[in-house]
């Protein structure tokens, strides 16, 4: 496995390949991330991951200077995983004039859900995304469902902007409590830990009362929220989307339940399909 720095040493290596598959990531993998390296394994030709951590989806606010970076651990698991290149550029590399254009998702898709809590992320996702399909040219590139929207916004980008690129969606890893694997559950303390199965055993619930029947949308996702406030828990919402655009369901539609709660200082995200 190669692990390459530049763009044009990237460009170079991949220069003679016909199938390039692509896992953009921010680092610090699980298993989680190799379940998408081995999906990207199973396509023909050359795999390759890329590790930046992406200022421009991140406010002020937020956990980019604390964001964990393991680089060498995650060089070791993707050598392991069947990785043939590790892209692993600098800010200066990605951004080395201020990054003044900037791609502009549809609002209808990118400024509900994260895109309210967290104006302007779908824009950094999105622009640090087609960064890296003009760098990289794969023909296959796998994200995971565990991001929910964003996994939805890149397929609405690559379909609206003509790219020659097919997006394959990598099912959510969990451990054996049913917590979905992320890179952020290592702020949680021991107790958090605990605790933090909550959020998926909540969205089953939301998932079981509509496959039930139940059709009052409103009512069950107040009744979620409630549910984990009572816990102890920030909730930002649980709110019961139609698939194919997170629209508000109107009648028996292919549905996913999502939601973001804040538990102690770590913000957790998860979705579960209805």
């Not at 200077?65 to 069947?82: H, I, K, Q, V, W």
């Not at 900037?102 to 996702?125: H, K, N, Y």
Request: hydrophobic share 40%.
């Amino acid at each position: 496995m190669r692990v390459i720095q530049t763009i044009a040493e990237l460009r170079s290596s991949l220069s003679t390949e016909r199938h390039i598959s692509l896992v953009p990531t921010m680092g610090n993998l699980h298993e989680g991330h190799l379940s998408l390296v081995q999906a990207a394994r199973r396509r023909e030709g050359v795999v390759v991951a890329s590790i930046f951590v992406n200022p421009l989806q991140f406010a002020p606010h937020e956990d980019f200077a604390r964001y964990p970076r393991t680089l060498d651990d995650d060089c070791d698991l993707l050598a392991e995983g069947g990785c043939d290149i590790v892209f692993t550029p600098g800010p200066q590399e990605m951004y080395p004039v201020p990054q003044e254009f900037r791609v502009q998702p549809s609002a209808t898709v990118a400024d509900v859900l994260e895109g309210a809590f967290r104006p302007g992320f779908f824009i950094g996702v999105s622009t640090v995304v087609l960064k890296l399909f003009n760098i990289v040219q794969p023909t296959v590139a796998v994200f995971g469902k565990k991001d929910y929207q964003q996994l939805l916004v890149v397929r609405q980008m690559v379909g609206q902007l003509c790219l020659p690129i097919e997006i394959i969606a990598g099912e959510t890893v969990r451990d054996a409590s049913g917590l979905a694997l992320s890179s952020r559950n290592g702020y949680l303390t021991e107790d958090e830990r605990s605790e933090a199965t909550a959020l998926s055993s909540c969205l089953l619930r939301v998932a079981e009362r509509v496959r039930s029947g139940g059709r009052d949308w409103s009512t069950i996702e107040a009744t979620a929220v409630d549910s984990l406030q009572a816990r102890g828990w920030h909730p930002d919402y649980v709110a019961i989307r139609r698939r194919s655009d997170l629209g508000a369901p109107t009648r028996d539609e292919l549905l996913v339940v999502l939601g973001a709660a804040r538990l102690g200082s770590t913000r957790l995200i998860d979705n579960i399909e209805i």
